[in-house]
């Protein structure tokens, strides 16, 4: 272990650094708790040796910044001093100290003092790891809560949370918001005509071609079986729709078992102020109006504050 000394006797320094040498540790000597301080804001060492009484700053200071200062690494001090009354002790436990040596430094209380704490720091960084664990745990959690499990495209939860924050950013960035969305047609004539196996790989390969479709910036979804999403932070509606008349060209190239792979495509724009759900909305009517007029093709509409009208 590396062990860090503030200790202004040079001759007691000496003396403990070739003790804990030759325990097998690695020292690195202060003069001072001012020296002490700065090694330690470079490099926290798990475990600090102090004398109480130093010149600059004394043990009892350095204590109290390291508790105050250093909070992603717990050090482990232990407080050097020839006081021994009961007041004395407890005010460097209130300062922070772990424990105590008495000097002059008995061999056998230093090598009892030294197992204790490397006890306590292997404990407290076996407790750090099982926290990352519980919270790399948690944000898998999390990741599945809000990602199809097929596909790895946002779900519905995940895509309702991202077009909220989507259309905050372009409220505050005074930018326009536009939203794919689109719906495999025939879906009852691909269910029968494919494998379970065949339409999973039918989905996973429309997933695919709309991540392909995307900017860094886009944000794709599955939002049910046969139905994707793609929402478009900064683009109006004249930039838009040629992203969905590609999608649409592209999957008439998807093969699945003989089938003819098409969707209904609906596009809607926020050009002005306006609420996700006013948007989502208006993309379902064109995406259902799409539909009706017999599928495979694109049906767009801009959403204006109080009133929306078909283009």
Known sequence: MRILIAEDSQTQAVDLRRRLEAMGHEVVVTADGLQAWNQLRNRPERLVILDWMMPIMNG?????KIRAEIKATYIYVILLTAKTHRHERLQGLSAGADDFLAKPIDHCELDIALKTAQRIIAAQEALVARARELERANQDLVRLAEHDELTGLLNQRGFQES???ALRQAKDDHLPLSLIRFELDHPERLSERLSLMALQDLHVKVANLLRGESRDCDIPARLSQHGFA????GLTLDWALPVADNLRGSLAELVGAGCRVSAS?????????????QLLKACE?????????GGDRVVHLEVAAEDAALA
């Open 163 to 165: 077009l909220a924050t």
């Open 60 to 64: 009892l200071d350095l204590c109290r």
């Open 230 to 233: 793609l929402i478009l932070p």
């Open 265 to 277: 495509f609906g596009v809607a724009t926020l050009s002005r102020e306006g609420s996700s759900a």
């Open 285 to 293: 009517s064109v995406v259902e109006l799409a539909r009706t007029e």
